[in-house]
């Protein structure tokens, strides 16, 4: 073989088909051949409806150049020997396009269902107590480009809590109350206060030498 080989001028590579990176054109190759195979094999690969607009348009799924069907009028009058029998067929075929939609909707349907679930298990649930000190975001401060400017304003004091996430808050300053919604809000923390009597003053400077001279 190796002569054979040497015979033609042809320079053989050792390459595993599990490892096609030591083929550059092998590689090349199997990612053309991939691209072509997931556009016409594989066209509705994970969709939410469960098929593709083309299958719920004309009935069927998207098929190759040589497996489309001719559908002209001379071809339909020839498989359809009486007009009897090829209406009983268009009729099956809009019963079973129907059928297809009434699939996709139920699977589009089905498919929020789980997006929304999965969202909501990923959202923190706050939970408010009266009394309590809490930020509003602030929809003016989103416009001022600048990120380590803060887009919540000074802390309020809630004051009472009502059901389906509205709170009534204070504002400390001018003893003013309104109402927000419990997304636009976020607990504030305040920093711990030094407790008296336990703080310990140390000084920074040098001490003065001792004089040796003395």
């Known amino acids: 073989m190796s002569s054979l080989l040497e015979k033609y001028g042809v320079v053989h590579k050792i390459a595993t088909p599990y490892h096609p990176q030591t083929n550059d ?37 998207c098929h190759l150049l040589a497996e489309i069907e ?9 498989c359809n020997i009486t007009y009897d029998q090829a209406r009983k067929k268009r009729t099956l075929q809009l019963q079973e396009l ?24 990923q959202i923190l649930k706050k939970e408010f107590t009266v009394g309590q000190k809490v930020l509003l975001f602030h929809s ?3 416009l001022i480009a600048n990120k380590l400017r803060s887009r919540r304003d000074k802390p309020f004091v809630i004051i009472n809590v009502f059901s389906y996430g509205a709170l009534e ?20 923390y305040e920093g711990l206060t ?14 003065a030498k001792p004089d040796d001279t003395l």
């Open 169 to 188: 808050v204070q504002d400390e300053t001018n003893n003013k109350t309104f109402q927000v919604n419990g997304h636009q809000i976020k607990h504030f």
């Open 25 to 61: 054109q092998a590689e090349v190759f199997n990612k053309e051949i991939k691209k072509f195979l997931l556009k016409m094999v594989i066209p509705t690969y994970q969709t939410p409806l469960g098929m593709s607009p083309y299958q719920i348009v004309f009935r069927k799924a």
């Open 98 to 121: 129907e059928e297809l939609c009434l699939k996709a909707y139920e699977n589009s349907r089905i498919y929020k269902q789980k997006v929304k679930q999965f969202h909501d298990n």
């Open 70 to 78: 001719h559908k002209a009028y001379w071809a339909v009058k020839k």
């Open 194 to 207: 030094p407790i008296v009597g336990e703080v310990e003053n140390i000084s920074l400077l040098e001490s």
């Open 140 to 142: 003016r401060l989103k």
